[in-house]
Structures are given as structure tokens and as C-alpha cells.
């Protein structure tokens, strides 16, 4: 079984930026995303990577303002955010495993591995 362990959260003040990273316990990342769950919303996908091609995908909701990558090739993957918000407060999670021969890349069902969140707060 692969675990995935987020870190980096926390709480910053608005406009300020965090980075986020995502390790995992065996083997290397195929495709990896972020997701995030703020309090009474649903789940959702921000930022997709293929890392064979570095082809990523955004949420229009982060667009410019997150980005997904990892450093010289190899994992973690790492999620640097800039310009905070306060609705960026969530919980956010790392997923790797994506399983769907469709583009649905930042749909939480086709990824298989999950890790188990880390907290950001972002105030006004």
C-alpha cells in the first residue's frame, strides 16, 4: 500500500504564499494532484501533473496563483501558492494512482492513493 504524507501547511495572512509537499511512501509518481476541502464544500481538484511531460492542469480558481511542479525530475511534489486568500483556507491533499483513461484528471474518483491532508488558514 502507498502512503502519501502532505506537509507545509499553516496559517499566513493574506498575500502571502506557503509550498506545500507531498511524499509518498514507495515507488515515484506517474501523475499527481492537489486537492483541497474547505469546511461544508465538496472536495475539489486545483492542480494536476504528468510528470513525464511536466503537463499540468489548473483550476480556474488558482490559476496564476498556484503551481504545481517538482524540483530536478524527481519527487516530492511540491504545491507553491502565492497571493492568499481567505477562501483558500482548506484542507488540502495530495493524490497520486489516477487510475481513468479519461481527461478527468481533477476528479477526486479516478485517483486511488490518498494522503491525509494538511491544514492552511488564510486570514484577512
Known amino acids: 500500500e502507498v502512503k502519501l504524507v502532505e506537509s507545509g501547511g499553516g496559517s499566513v495572512e493574506a498575500g502571502g504564499s506557503l509550498r506545500l509537499s507531498c511524499a509518498r511512501s514507495s515507488g515515484y509518481f506517474g501523475r499527481a494532484a492537489w486537492f483541497r476541502q474547505a469546511p461544508g464544500k465538496v472536495r475539489e481538484g486545483i492542480e494536476h501533473i504528468q510528470v513525464g511531460t511536466g503537463v499540468t492542469v489548473y483550476a480556474d480558481s488558482v490559476k496564476g496563483r498556484f503551481t504545481i511542479y517538482r524540483e530536478n525530475g524527481a519527487d516530492p511534489v511540491y504545491l507553491q501558492m502565492t497571493d492568499l486568500r481567505p477562501e483558500d483556507t482548506a484542507v488540502y491533499f495530495c493524490?497520486?494512482?489516477?487510475?481513468?483513461?479519461?481527461?478527468?484528471?481533477?476528479?477526486?474518483?479516478?485517483?486511488?492513493?490518498w494522503g491525509r491532508g494538511t491544514q492552511v488558514t488564510i486570514s484577512s
Open positions: 493524490a497520486g494512482g489516477f487510475w481513468s483513461t479519461t481527461n478527468n484528471r481533477l476528479v477526486g474518483q479516478y485517483y486511488r492513493d
